[in-house]
């Protein structure tokens, strides 16, 4: 067996070398840190220097500005670090969110049963949602 036969990919398992990535599949993973960097620093300064013909009256902070605004999504895709910072601030704002929903859940267990009619109101009720009875607790 020859070196070119080894190479060779029968026909089940076509996908097998050209799928070489499967650990991350983000895509920062597909290019190298240079080309990414090199991608960013290109967007901010394409958007400083538009921020410059568009605004002919901007100062340095508005080149700033706007080349930063047109980096970020580049900075967020391209490179590791803003690729992990990107998720790190999706699962806090997860994790923030299920508190908030089991903080309503558990205000929302707070109920007062009418003596009457059997209804569930809220603890902000002094008479029943229902029928009308003033509730005690």
């Not at 070489?20 to 599949?25: G, H, P, Q, R």
């Not at 920062?28 to 002919?56: C, E, H, K, Y």
């Not at 992990?84 to 007062?112: A, C, D, H, L, Y």
Request: proline share 2%; net charge negative.
């Amino acid at each position: 067996m020859t070196s070119s036969d080894s190479d060779e990919v029968s026909p089940g398992d076509w996908n097998y070398r050209h799928d070489t990535n499967n650990d991350d599949e983000t895509l920062s993973a597909n290019t190298d840190a240079l080309t990414s960097w090199g991608i960013v620093i290109i967007a901010f300064l394409v958007g400083g220097i538009g921020s410059v013909v568009i605004i002919p009256s901007s100062n340095f902070l508005s080149f700033l500005f706007f080349g930063s605004l047109v980096a970020s999504p580049f900075w967020i895709i391209f490179t590791e670090l803003g690729a992990t910072w990107f998720m790190n601030r999706v699962v806090e704002s997860g994790s923030n969110q299920s508190n908030q929903t089991n903080n309503t859940t558990k205000e929302s267990r707070n109920k007062i049963i009418c003596q009457d009619c059997g209804w569930q109101n809220t603890q902000e009720n002094n008479y029943c949602h229902d029928c009308g009875t003033e509730l005690t607790n």
